[in-house]
């Protein structure tokens, strides 16, 4: 694949690439590590510009744009803040402005989350719908998200809109049909691990416990992906410790909730980490039980870390519409369901053939969907685009 993508690469022109994403710092999310990891797989060959509000990411040929935050809120505001700079920085001199941001300018669109029309109307029938519009419409916070996202989707020559899972493109029809002919799925990829940490060593690195079993949740919303489903499942199996990742803005209140289930002592919050390879290494499963996830790129990089994958199934989370239920991960048909995830988290414990087959179908699977595939996928994109916009000769 590489030599295919460096093959291409030399028959095509350099492109000046606009990045925008208002946070470029891989303890972000989901959508900035996506962000960055295809950032750094085009850079060698394109010249990159990123205009972000936070930085935290250095890389060899990218430049870094700090676009001003007048004020973090209200985030409304800011957003349409950095829509009108991020349009003034990248009208002129740009091949392509590609966007993870809710703006109205760039050629390609990647949407990372379920859409704000999905959110404020789903559900909504009758006079419920008619005041839910009326609510929207007096609304300044709700109108921009709303105007922003309409913008996006309305692609035209030129132009074209990505999503992250089939299920996110599903959605964007359904919710903006015109968008049909512009849409495709670019999914995340990984970066396999080029070293493994022994489990004891990465347990010392965080100051764990060395013995025992570890479950690893990674988040940075805990309650939208499940942990207060998962800390309750976790009551039945005193032999399991968890480990918690991710944004820390939660960690009081699931402190309390763990100390309340009586698991004070085997759940430990880790933070946001800028390398994951320790928790990795130190975890026996990944347990991911969320209610809603585009994809779900966790999973993705459990897998290419040997970890059994426990996840919720595909009407909660994208990447679960490319699994396998018992071959390469175990899915949840409800996340709600403390006693049915238990149950699977049990088996990834006390099965062994069920825990090794897991591991090694689920590695195949990570193999298979790399970042250099991903970014080969935008490359071709925007070269598409390129041509589409080209003056002819006169």
């Not at 505001?77 to 703006?103: K, M, P």
């Not at 998200?145 to 913008?151: G, I, K, N, P, V």
């Not at 988290?345 to 790399?370: C, I, K, N, W």
């Amino acid at each position: 694949m590489k030599t295919g993508m460096a093959d291409s690469a030399a028959q095509q022109p350099r492109l000046k690439i606009a990045v925008l994403n208002r946070v470029f710092a891989s303890t972000g999310g989901g959508a900035e590590r996506y962000s960055i990891a295809v950032v750094e797989q085009l850079a060698a060959r394109h010249e990159i510009h990123v205009f972000a509000q936070e930085i935290e990411h250095a890389w060899p040929g990218v430049s870094y744009h700090r676009i001003a935050c007048l004020s973090p809120k209200p985030r409304w505001l800011n957003q349409l803040w950095y829509a009108f700079a991020t349009w003034r920085a990248t009208r002129r001199g740009f091949d392509i402005v590609h966007s993870h941001e809710n703006v109205w300018h760039g050629q390609v669109h990647t949407m990372h989350v379920k859409t704000v029309k999905r959110s404020l109307l789903e559900g909504q029938k009758g006079y419920q719908r008619v005041l839910r519009w009326l609510k929207i419409v007096l609304s300044p916070r709700l109108i921009t998200y709303l105007t922003l996202e309409a913008r996006r989707v309305s692609a035209h020559k030129g132009t074209a809109v990505v999503a992250v899972s089939q299920s996110l493109q599903d959605e964007l029809v359904a919710q903006y049909p015109a968008c049909a002919p512009h849409v495709q799925v670019i999914t995340p990829g990984v970066t396999l691990p080029a070293t493994t940490l022994a489990p004891q060593q990465a347990r010392e690195q965080l100051d764990l416990p060395p013995e025992g079993a570890y479950a690893l949740f990674v988040a940075n919303d805990y309650a939208r992906k499940g942990l207060a489903t998962l800390l309750q499942a976790l009551q039945g199996l005193p032999e399991l410790h968890l480990l918690v990742v991710g944004h820390p803005g939660q960690i009081v209140r699931f402190k309390a909730l763990a100390s309340q289930l009586d698991m004070s002592d085997r759940v430990h919050f880790l933070g946001s980490l800028h390398n994951m390879q320790p928790a990795y290494a130190a975890a026996t499963m990944l347990v991911h039980p969320t209610l809603e996830d585009s994809f779900a790129m966790v999973v993705l990089e459990a897998m290419a870390h040997r970890l059994p994958v426990v996840v919720s199934g595909s009407a909660y989370c994208g990447i679960s519409s490319l699994l396998d239920h018992e071959q390469n991960a175990l899915l949840i048909d409800d996340p709600h369901n403390a006693a049915a995830l238990q149950q699977m988290v049990s088996t990834v414990l006390r099965d062994p053939f069920m825990a090794e087959r897991l591991r090694e179908q689920g590695y195949a699977f990570a193999v298979q969907h790399s970042w250099q595939c991903t970014a080969a996928a935008y490359e071709q994109l925007f070269y598409e685009l390129v041509r589409k916009t080209a003056t002819p000769p006169a």
